[in-house]
């Protein structure tokens, strides 16, 4: 009989997780912002920009929902955008990956600051004051 051995998850293990996680969400988002710029290029790279007015971002900027359906017909614009959510989400990643790692070390003190942390960032992204 082969003895089963439990690899017990270090902090050294958690720490190339996150690392692994930093890399690929960066690598991922340039990636995909890289290809939407290249599209951009191609949808609207002969037009001139007009500097003089002022104009507002598209509803499809404002939530994920615009962004996958501006994707699904193709918008150059979106694809870009996409590419900016994915590079946001990749440290909020990190925090909760971060947080996993200090609930299995049962350090409570990291885990309450950790805890904090990630609350401040998700409360400015979705708490918004609506004017």
């Known amino acids: 009989m082969k003895a089963q051995i439990k690899k017990k998850l270090t902090d050294y293990d958690m720490q190339q997780l996150i690392g692994q996680v ?3 969400g960066v690598i991922l988002s ?3 912002a890289g290809i939407g ?3 951009y290029l191609f949808q609207q790279g002969s037009g ?3 500097y003089g007015t002022f104009t507002g971002e598209p509803a499809g900027f404002t939530s994920l929902t ?3 359906k501006g994707i699904l017909t193709g918008s150059a614009a979106e694809i870009i955008q996409l590419g900016v959510v994915i590079l946001i989400a990749t440290p909020i990643i990190r925090i909760i990956f971060s947080l996993f790692s200090f609930i299995l070390e049962k350090d409570g003190l990291y885990v309450i600051i950790t805890l904090i942390v990630l609350s401040v960032i998700l409360f400015s992204m979705f708490g918004g004051l609506k004017v």
Do not use: A, F, K
């Open 22 to 24: 930093l890399r690929v």
């Open 30 to 32: 340039g990636t995909i």
């Open 37 to 39: 710029g290249i599209w």
């Open 48 to 50: 001139t920009p007009h």
């Open 66 to 68: 615009g962004i996958y």
